[in-house]
Structure formats: structure tokens, C-alpha cells
């Protein structure tokens, strides 16, 4: 099992459209493939299923947000599996092309409540190391995903909310990898050296507290996917071009594959379940950067 968070501290940068395309994808393809909502806007969760089906069903028992408060109340790890879903439309379409699979833990938009709990466990918002809870809670999701529920799923993507607070640092303990998706433009780009920055804070800090304790962890940034390119008939366009070469100047690696920008295809993206690389009479250009981007994603995560 691999397990990928795709993160951005900067919100509507495509962090949910990347990782249910990548999914379905793989999902299409044959793989065992489990989505993991963190942001309390729910996105993730809205592509897949019905915001009718969301509340009559799932808001009040089914959710991540229960799921961390039974993280909050054992002081540690919960069982994750009675929380998981299987989207009817989107596998309906996978199954009949594979036996590929694509499971989803929803969220809850009161997710961020659940993070105000977590600051106060820990004992204030700063994740005071010597707070007894640190290793349990940090590795709360990690833990969950180790239980045998969990061991026929191939690559668990983690969609992660645009802040670095307790619920994104679980995602990250859990996780042998980091995507990030990102614009190609001034502000979208500026963030990302800081999110290495606080990465790799956080793991050392994890690692010092779980030394003898835990197993050490080492997430490594897979690299970054620009989206919404815009392109002219000889590629991206030139004002992109400076903040695409980004990336190569700090040192973090990037997708070869970007998306290109196509209001038509996304912006009904997840109205009828299924994500734009699933949608039958999508734009072919789309659907095929969206099919290269997982291949370049498998070749990633199994070099
Ligand atoms: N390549 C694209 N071209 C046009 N619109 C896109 C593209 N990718 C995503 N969008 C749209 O942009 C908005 C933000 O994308 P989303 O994936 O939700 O970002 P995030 O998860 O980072 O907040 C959504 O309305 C989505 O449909
Ligand atoms: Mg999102």
C-alpha cells in the first residue's frame, strides 16, 4: 500500500480535482484504490456522492469527523473501516471495465471543529512535543491504516485541507508521499517552499518524540502537478512559463504532465459522480493529460 496526501496551502488550486481523477483512473485500471476527504469543505466527498445521500446517511455517524472524535476520545488510534464507502455511480462504471475498485472515508464540514478539539488535546495550537498525546494523535491515521481492513488497497490518496493543522499532519505521518497541485502563477507558487519547510519540521519533530517509540518517518514530496494551464497553439502561455520553471529553482521535482485549464469540462466535474476522466463525451485533450498524469503517478510511486 502506498498512501499520497496532495497538498496546497492555497485553496482552489485543483488539490480535489487532482486527486479524485487520479483515483478514478486507477481505480479504472484495476487498483484497489481508497480516497481520504481531510478538508472540511468536502469537496472530495461531493464528487462521488450526493449531497442528499451526504446528509441522510453519513453527516451524522459516518464521517471523518466522527471518526476523529473517536481518535480524540481513546487519546490514539480508532478503527477507520466502518467509515468507508463504496460510490455507487463511479464504481458502477470501473466495474465495468475492471475489477478495480475506489473507496471514500467522507468528511464533514464540521471537520474544522474537530481540529480546535485536537489544538486543545495537545494542549494549545503550537503541538507541544512533550505533550504525552503527540505520538498517538499524530499517528492516529497511520495506525488506522494499518489494520487488516485496509491491507487489500493499493494506493490510498489523501486529500488534505490548504492549513498544516493537526488533521493535515496526521495525513502526512500517514503518508510515504506528497503531491502537490499547484497553478502556475505568482501566489499559487510561493507557498510551496514554505509547505517543504513545515514537512519537513514536522518530521523531524515526529521523528525525535517517536525514536524507540515508533517506527521513523520520511514522506517525500513526489513533486508538483500544474493545473489549469492555458495554453496558446505553441504551449503553455508565456506568462506561465516563469512560475512552471519554479519548481527546478527550489529543487522540488514536478509532473511532467500538467492539466490544462477547461472551465467546460470541470465545472460539472462531479455533478452526476463521476470525475472528468470517467465522463463519457468529456473533451478528449483533458481526459488524456488526466489518463497521463496517473501513469506518470504510478511511475512514481512504484519507480
Ligand atoms: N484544469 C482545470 N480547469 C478549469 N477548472 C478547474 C481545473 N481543475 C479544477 N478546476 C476547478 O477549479 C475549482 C477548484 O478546484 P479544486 O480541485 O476544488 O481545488 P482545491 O481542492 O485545491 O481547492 C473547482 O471548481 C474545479 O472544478
Ligand atoms: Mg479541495
Not at 512535543?129 to 490510498?156: I, K, N
Not at 493543522?165 to 506528497?178: E, K, L, P, Q, Y
Not at 521523528?207 to 500544474?226: C, H, Y
Request: with cysteine; hydrophobic share 45%; proline share 6%.
Amino acid at each position: 500500500m502506498t498512501v499520497v496526501s496532495v497538498i496546497n496551502y492555497k485553496g482552489g488550486v485543483g488539490k480535489t480535482t487532482v486527486t479524485a481523477n487520479i483515483g478514478a483512473e486507477l481505480a479504472y485500471r484495476g487498483h484497489r484504490v481508497l480516497l481520504i476527504d481531510l478538508d472540511p469543505q468536502a469537496s472530495l466527498t461531493f464528487s462521488f456522492v450526493e449531497p442528499t445521500m451526504w446528509e441522510r446517511e453519513l453527516a451524522d455517524e459516518r464521517t471523518i469527523l466522527q471518526w476523529f472524535g473517536d481518535v480524540l476520545d481513546r487519546g490514539g488510534a480508532a478503527p477507520l473501516d466502518r467509515y468507508l464507502l463504496t460510490p455507487p455511480t463511479v464504481n458502477e462504471v470501473i466495474g465495468q471495465h475492471s475489477e478495480g475498485r475506489l473507496d471514500l472515508v467522507p468528511s464533514h464540514l464540521m471537520l474544522t471543529d474537530a481540529d480546535l478539539d485536537f489544538a486543545a488535546s495537545l494542549g494549545g495550537s503550537r503541538f507541544q512535543h512533550g505533550s504525552p498525546r503527540f505520538l498517538s494523535l499524530h499517528r492516529a491515521l497511520a495506525e488506522a491504516l494499518a489494520a487488516p481492513a485496509f491491507t487489500d488497497y493499493q494506493v490510498v490518496l489523501v486529500d488534505c485541507p490548504p492549513n498544516f493543522t493537526m488533521v493535515t499532519r496526521t495525513g502526512v505521518v500517514a503518508s510515504d508521499h506528497i503531491l502537490i497541485p499547484a497553478r502556475p502563477d505568482y501566489l499559487s507558487t510561493l507557498g510551496i517552499d514554505y509547505l517543504r519547510k513545515k514537512v519537513s519540521e514536522l518530521v523531524t519533530d515526529y521523528n525525535r518524540v517517536a525514536a524507540g517509540r515508533a517506527d521513523q518517518i520520511s514522506p517525500e514530496i513526489l513533486g508538483i502537478v500544474f493545473t489549469m494551464v492555458q495554453y496558446t497553439g505553441h504551449g503553455p502561455l508565456l506568462a506561465l512559463r516563469n512560475f512552471i520553471g519554479h519548481p527546478a529553482t527550489i529543487e522540488i521535482p514536478r509532473f511532467q504532465q500538467m492539466i490544462r485549464d477547461n472551465k467546460t469540462v470541470f465545472a460539472s466535474a462531479g455533478e452526476h459522480g463521476l470525475p472528468a476522466v470517467l465522463m463519457p463525451d468529456a473533451n478528449v485533450n483533458v481526459q488524456y493529460e488526466l489518463q497521463q498524469l496517473a501513469s506518470e503517478f504510478l511511475a512514481k510511486i512504484r519507480p
